[in-house]
């Protein structure tokens, strides 16, 4: 979620009311609303229910009125207090003020005095509405006082868009500050929020929405984004699964120019996995967002002084419906540099040629004896049996190929399709199609063996084909040859360094082979 500043709010307020129309005493009750309803979730399963609310002059003074009143609505006692100047109040804010009136309470002028001080201390919560993002100087005289019995009654403070005393823009306290169980804040979280000393005073922070059109919060052009524990979709644990079962660590954490926590951490998960495995896997990623060349070539040589054995290297591929699509639809990301990422993958195969690597897949490289068993049956079509939530099953004989997942068939494949992708599975690794894997193909996805064996043909002879003898293996390799993104040698056909570069040209002429 993205991080507002103060002039970017007053902004989608003023744009909200000025060219969508939206009342100003509307989206001021919403935001009491919101306030209301979690007074209400905290002092649920209490008989009676009391609640002091201190108000400012200014509009997040009126926010206070308007929910002092729907407090009483709903049944509490409630006080409401002015801890300012009646004439510095806005015309919201007075708005508000005659709405708490008619509804038969009132808004009181704040006196620091024994009886007032004994009343409050009764109370279940208190509500701070004293100052809102504008603030910019020291708290002082009755706001002063205020803040201080707030913090002083033992009696909990839930604060409005942000505790009293807290910068937005930065988190600085100026002077002194509320502090809150819980603050409510509106349409995005500031600064203040989150950062600084505002972030440990802030309580728990719940964002809600006051129906301030989408289109408008999207056009905020921020650089901080924020992510709260309702956003990360984690997976939950089977309670009939152990350790055994997971072998991953996901570390979230970082952000630009900060990096050090999770460089440790990952540090740490290395070197945890060396203590119990012989050999560990690290898998690296290029062309994501804020990423330079120096840095992966720098996480590439942290990979291998950690002693890693296998190192996985990966382009960021953008899947539909995913959150990078949606950063991308909304013009919040730029698409992945296919130069950039090609780039990154040839540095990558120097740095770990250079430590004694060998690139024996796509994406995979090893130190020897260290090549991945399990990826090597997948990509050689060697059936695996899956246990367990969301483990894949491969069966297959002569004539199918049938994945299944949880119950469910993900893969049926005919002989054809089966040739197919055995073919493109094989040139996903170093070692390449063997010239009688290739005939065995031909034979089963063509019907006979046309064209060549082993053969090399030229552009002017791929062009003058016939549409049959285009569609065949034989003319599909010589074709790749053409292009430069496979060879023959010694007997097998191998993808070249521009094949694995443009792997997607690849692997699709030969699956195209049999769709």
Known sequence: MKIATSEQMRGLDRSAIRERGIPSLQLMDRAAAAVVERCLERMAGKEKKRVAVFCGAGNNGGDGVAAARQLMEAGVEVRCFLVGRRDKMTPDCREMEAHLEAAGGKLEDFTADPAFASWC???????????????????????????????????????????????????????????????????????????????????????????IPDDLVRKVESDLHAVFPQELHLPRRDRDSHKGNYGKVYILAGSVGYSGAPILAARAAVRAAQERFENVSVDLMCGIPGQSAESFAESMREAVALGANHVSVYPLTIEPHTP?????????????????????????????????????????????????????????????????RSAVTMTQNAERRMRVQDGQVVDDLNARQMAAEDLMLGMRMARGVSDEQMEQAAAVIDGTAVGRKGGKASLEEVADRSAEEAGSVHAAFDELAVLGLAEHREGRWRPTDAGWLCGNELYGRLLDLAP
């Open 121 to 211: 201390l009764g109370c279940d919560l208190m509500v701070d509405a004293l100052f809102g993002i504008g603030l910019n100087t020291e708290l002082r005289g009755d706001a002063y006082t205020a803040v201080q019995m707030m913090n002083t009654c033992s009696v909990p403070v839930v604060a409005v868009d942000i505790a009293s005393g807290v910068e937005a823009d930065t988190g600085r306290v100026l002077g002194c500050a509320v502090e809150a169980v819980e603050t409510v804040t509106f349409t995005l979280p500031k600064v203040g929020n989150l950062l600084g000393e505002g972030g440990t005073l802030a309580g728990q922070l719940t964002v809600a929405d006051i129906g």
């Open 324 to 388: 990078f699509d949606a950063a991308i639809m909304r013009g919040e990301m730029l698409e992945p540099d296919e130069d950039a990422e090609a780039a990154a993958m040839e540095e990558a195969q120097r740095i770990l040629e250079d430590a004694s690597f060998h690139r024996y897949e796509v994406a995979s490289y090893a130190r020897p004896g260290f090549e991945s068993r399990h990826n090597t049956a997948y990509w050689t079509g060697k059936p695996y049996l899956g246990l367990g």
